[in-house]
């Protein structure tokens, strides 16, 4: 597709289940990144990838977030025994070159509700 | 800790009224801005950046921003706003190159009123 796809858009998970989102990033888009998104906030960086490698996760807020993008296109978000604090919309955004900066401006997704009960 | 703050979570306007959105950062080192908007059901697009230049950057809907380093700020403006600018708008720092690990503000609610 022309744009960053996430799935699903939507999700509802009971409190200690296994959840994995989605991203479908633009084609030949090296550089990608996870963002949380809680109700009312900004966007806060989850982690980045340049190609399969993962170069910086520091924003995973916890040993239940693990995300991988092996073959260097399709990333998964995947949050093990969901909790409550979990609930947020998950963002994924791609760019073309290496580092936002090369071209100041990464392409969003429109994003993966979370919702845990 | 580095930070970037709107000051204003909601900003009411009537049609053609101009407007300013406030964004101010904390910085020791050099950084590189930038304004994403996101309208209602859609995705974060990116409006105007500042990576080096000219301080004052504008987009192609009329909107403007000045890098004001003394100030740590970069406020958004327009002169006068349509009701197809009801989005919400987040300012957004970069402090190092190469990582593209942006930091958000918490974002303001521009609501323009007919």
């Known amino acids: 597709g022309a744009g960053v796809s996430q799935s699903p858009r939507y999700k509802v998970a009971k409190r200690g289940q296994d959840v994995a989102l989605r991203c479908d990033p633009i084609s030949g888009h090296v550089s990608l990144f996870w963002y949380q998104q809680a109700l009312g906030q900004g966007p806060e960086f989850l982690t980045y990838?340049?190609?399969?490698?993962?170069?910086?996760k520091s924003g995973l807020p916890s040993d239940r977030f693990f995300a991988e993008r092996p073959e260097g296109s399709v990333s998964t978000l995947k949050i093990q025994r969901t909790q409550q604090e979990d609930s947020a919309v998950y963002l994924c955004?791609?760019?073309?070159?290496?580092?936002?900066?090369?071209?100041?401006?990464?392409?969003f997704g429109e994003g993966s509700r979370l919702t845990v009960l | 800790a580095q930070s970037v703050t709107q000051l204003d979570s909601q900003v009411p306007v009537f049609e053609e009224a101009p407007v300013e959105l406030r964004c101010n950062y904390s910085?020791?080192?050099?950084?590189?801005l930038f304004w994403y908007v996101q309208y209602p059901n859609q995705g974060l697009q990116l409006l105007l950046k500042?990576?080096?230049?000219?301080?004052l950057v504008k987009s192609i809907n009329g909107f403007e921003a000045e890098f004001n380093k003394s100030q740590t700020s970069f406020h958004l403006r327009k002169p006068s706003v349509h009701i197809s600018d009801t989005a919400e708008y987040f300012c957004a720092v970069s402090f190092s190159s190469n990582t593209g690990k942006l930091i958000f503000g918490q974002g303001t609610t521009l609501q323009v009123k007919p």
């Open positions: 910085s020791s080192v050099s950084v590189y």
């Open positions: 500042y990576l080096s230049g000219s301080t």
């Open positions: 955004a791609s760019s073309l070159a290496r580092g936002a900066l090369n071209t100041g401006e990464l392409f």
């Open positions: 990838f340049q190609n399969e490698a993962q170069l910086d």
